[in-house]
């Protein structure tokens, strides 16, 4: 298996909605991420996590809650979330958190707050 | 990490050779040149990598000057199918904090 699965792949929430993303990846990856994609942007990092613990943090907003329950799995956890929010959130993971190449991403969730 | 610079778009004819040129002025010596290809609605995916000289695979080659103060991917024989947005990125392979960042990229339309 060489895919980063990510479900939903769309996703409509209210503003106080409570849902979640989630991401899996049988590579044996130790490294896994969460990017967000407004339309015609580039995919902008969010969080890291490095064997299963949160490295990473660039500010993003607590209405955005990550967990990885285990070496496989990655869930992005939304409440209470503003329609500038509405955007593309991509998962993906790479093979050793040292190393900055081989990434591998999901499709994606496009996700749409209303 | 180095910034990049590359055309925001970019048209080209199916069967035609495009080059899309990155610029990176202040590349670091252990800094390594990256290109991922997205389409719509889908994640990006690796192309290519290099240091220096040429890099070369089944989809594509890489050219990298000695100064490696640019770059640039080379599509031999485009398709419609190679319609998406093309990424340079550069920085190192290892350390680096674990940021892969994304600058604009350029957007490939290729036609009939």
């Known amino acids: 298996d060489t895919e980063v699965t990510q479900t939903p792949k769309h996703l409509v929430m209210g503003m106080t909605n409570k849902k979640s993303l989630k991401c899996e990846q049988h590579?044996?990856?130790?490294?896994m991420y969460w990017y967000k994609q407004k339309a015609k942007k580039p995919p902008e990092l969010m969080f890291v996590y490095s064997y299963e613990k949160l490295s990473i943090n660039e500010s993003v907003p607590s209405r955005f809650s990550p967990e990885c329950p285990n070496s496989s799995l990655l869930n992005l956890h939304l409440h209470a979330l503003q329609p500038e929010d509405s955007a593309l959130y991509l998962c993906?993971?790479?093979?050793?958190?040292?190393?900055?190449?081989?990434?591998?991403f999901g499709s994606g969730t496009r996700l749409t707050v209303v | 990490l180095a910034k990049t610079t590359q055309p925001i778009s970019m048209d080209s004819y199916e069967g035609q050779e495009v080059n899309i040129t990155c610029s990176h002025n202040?590349?670091?010596?252990?800094?390594?040149i990256t290109w991922y290809q997205q389409f719509p609605s889908q994640g990006p995916r690796f192309i290519i990598q290099g240091y220096k000289t040429k890099v070369t695979n089944e989809v594509a080659s890489l050219f990298i000057p000695a100064d490696r103060k640019s770059s640039t991917l080379s599509l031999p024989r485009v398709s419609l199918s190679d319609t998406a947005v093309y990424y340079c990125?550069?920085?190192?392979?290892?350390?680096?904090?674990?940021?892969?960042?994304f600058g604009t990229g350029t957007q490939l339309k290729v036609e009939l």
């Open positions: 993906a993971s790479s093979q050793d958190p040292g190393l900055n190449y081989g990434y591998t």
């Open positions: 990125l550069v920085g190192p392979v290892t350390g680096g904090g674990n940021k892969l960042t």
């Open positions: 202040n590349i670091a010596t252990n800094d390594y």
């Open positions: 590579m044996g990856h130790r490294a």
